[in-house]
């Protein structure tokens, strides 16, 4: 039975990639005797047609969560358990689950003005300055980091965008809120006192550390919508 909606899920996922790559490849070759209103509205019934695989999806997985939790019941088989055990934390470290606890919540903000003594880009909040943060919240244990909402993984790359900053697929303009799930007081006296950070408060960047309790940092959404899916396919045309 999960092999079978394992197999499922795969196939709807597969099946959906490959039916908006024609379609859109389709719509490429065809432009030329097409009205835009004609082209819109072919667009539109294939985002709708992916809207009801995505909710098909959230179903089949919310069904398979169902039959894990079913099997976890079986307290007596002591290697089901282990493996789910398992499987629960590996979907922990690769950010797939949301995780509750104690942390410290970090707001960054460009300075409000400069003096015009410097380079106007000492006044603003670079990705180093932000990875330097994530680094010292992960050399002391932090179990979770989101930035503006956004879950970070092991595999997040976060670079200067102009003004703003790009995380995973999504821009992000300031202010930060860095959310970190670990030992409270260890995470605020380490950014607290890190060199940066000092150096951001002198030109007047806003380095604000609170400590926060019983909060959640929700798990890595890989795709919230089929827009936001669509808006990542590359049509190739010959």
């Not at 006296?189 to 030109?203: C, G, K, S, T």
Request: proline share 3%.
């Amino acid at each position: 039975m999960a092999k079978t909606y394992k197999m499922l899920m795969f196939m709807v996922f597969l099946l959906l990639g490959m039916l908006i790559a024609l379609q859109f490849r389709g719509i490429i070759n065809k432009q030329d005797g097409m009205s835009v209103k004609e082209m819109a509205s072919m667009l539109e019934a294939e985002e709708a047609e992916g809207e009801e695989l995505l909710e098909r999806l959230n179903d089949l997985e919310a069904e398979w969560s169902q039959l894990v939790s079913n099997i976890g019941n079986r307290q007596q088989d002591t290697e089901v358990m282990e493996l789910i055990k398992q499987r629960d934390y590996e979907f922990f470290r690769a950010g797939l689950t949301s995780v509750r606890g104690d942390g410290v919540v970090i707001t960054m903000q460009d300075a409000q003005s400069a003096d015009g003594t410097n380079d106007i880009k000492d006044y603003i909040v670079h990705d180093g300055d932000i990875n330097d943060i994530l680094n010292e919240l992960r050399i002391n244990g932090a179990q979770a980091i989101s930035i503006n909402g956004e879950r970070i993984l092991g595999t997040s790359k976060l670079v200067c965008a102009g003004p703003t900053i790009f995380l995973n697929r999504n821009r992000y303009p300031p202010p930060y809120v860095i959310k970190a799930i670990g030992d409270p007081d260890v995470l605020y006296d380490a950014v607290d006192q890190l060199p940066n950070v000092a150096i951001m408060r002198l030109y007047g960047i806003r380095v604000d550390i609170r400590k926060e309790y019983d909060m959640i940092i929700e798990k890595y959404q890989l795709y919230e919508s089929a827009d936001e899916w669509l808006s990542t396919l590359e049509v190739v045309t010959e």
